[in-house]
């Protein structure tokens, strides 16, 4: 298990790296970002100054070197620079230079100059929890769905799942959220109250701020739609081919009732590729529940994210990216985990 742990991280720092050098290489190049900061009547001197805090007067390689320096937990850092860290713990300390321990710093925002990660800290919570709301609504629907599919194949229940499970699979998350929007929150409002838009605590003038979980209803339906759908389908072709296993037969010779071969026996060994793709799914949700968000006004890493590209704010975007792919690492690794669990003649090695 140990070994199997190292040398996931070890895969998932090499992964990550490839992706700081996309990600500088993408946004690195994209207009002027003092002019970013100070807008269009910055003078020459003011501008010359917030280059060289943001080390844009340096070459090209040295300003990737300064950017994983900024990144990695153990950093190097000047004098002067240090002074600009908030929360860090010096491990080696000379007069001019510093080594020391700390969280990724992702540098500051060219709209708000707060620092990318509290603004994404911020956001975080929001995400997370719209993203495993809609995952348990796809799995609690999905997979049921998908064994009463393969249990009445030919039927018009295994019909009617398989026609859900094209449409859930064909249409793209922000034309559902679009219609959802209209008819539920639009339409249907004076009957149901459910709101078309908002965020997890909202604030009044007279109850302060609230937990307000009926907005999170709308667009967890939203992002979970097309999971359920292609859950629905992973589980039905396996338990298809589990149903055929000798096991299954000599449990049924052994006079065990049909349901117990089927939800106790037949699903369990049919769930390892259901939890590869809900833990792949999961991470996807969380990285790429841009529209979702934006559609319905939610407060998450893709609203803000959005809303950073609207204002060109590129160190928010490159912090969103990098949190995102590190969602991705994270999950393939409980993927795995949660597949050993499940199976124990699966060996972690």
């Not at 979980?213 to 629905?232: S, Y």
């Not at 349901?259 to 037949?266: E, G, N």
């Amino acid at each position: 298990m140990i070994n199997f742990l190292v040398k996931k991280l070890a895969y998932g720092c090499l992964v990550m790296m490839g992706v700081v050098l996309i990600v500088f290489l993408l946004f690195q190049g994209f207009g002027d970002p003092s002019r970013l900061v100070l807008g269009q009547r910055a003078d020459a001197t003011t501008q010359q100054n917030i280059r060289k805090e943001l080390y844009l007067d340096q070459p090209k390689w040295k300003q990737l070197v300064l950017y994983v320096n900024d990144l990695s937990f153990v950093s190097w850092y000047d004098s002067s620079t240090l002074r600009n860290r908030a929360n860090y713990l010096s491990l080696i300390v000379t007069s001019k230079s510093s080594i020391v321990l700390k969280f990724p710093y992702l540098r500051r925002s060219y709209q708000s100059k707060r620092e990318v990660g509290t603004v994404l800290a911020e956001a975080l919570p929001g995400t997370f929890l719209l993203a495993l709301t809609a995952m348990f609504l796809a799995c609690v629907i999905g997979i049921p769905l998908g064994v009463l599919a393969a249990r009445y194949k030919g039927t018009w229940v295994d019909s009617s799942a398989v026609f859900t499970g094209i449409i859930g699979i064909s249409a793209p998350s922000f034309f559902i959220g679009i219609i959802i929007a209209y008819l539920v929150g639009f339409l249907l409002f004076p009957y149901i109250g459910l709101p078309m838009n908002g965020s997890l605590h909202e604030t009044d003038a007279f109850l302060g701020t609230h937990l307000q979980l009926k907005n999170l209803i709308l667009p967890a339906i939203t992002l979970g739609i097309r999971p359920m759908a292609i859950i629905t389908q992973l589980t039905r072709s396996a338990m298809l081919d589990v149903l055929q296993q000798d096991f299954i037969r000599t449990a049924i010779a052994k006079g065990l009732s049909a349901q117990k071969v089927i939800w106790k026996h037949a699903l369990k060994n049919a769930l390892n590729p259901v939890i590869t793709a809900s833990t792949g799914w999961f991470a996807e949700l969380l990285a790429g529940a841009f529209f979702v968000e934006y559609i319905f006004g939610w407060k998450g890493i893709g609203k803000v994210t959005v809303d950073a590209l609207e204002k060109l704010d590129f160190p928010v975007v490159m912090g969103s990216v990098l949190v995102s792919a590190l969602f991705f690492v994270l999950m393939n690794i409980v993927a795995d985990l949660l597949n050993a669990w499940n199976d124990p003649r699966i060996r972690l090695g």
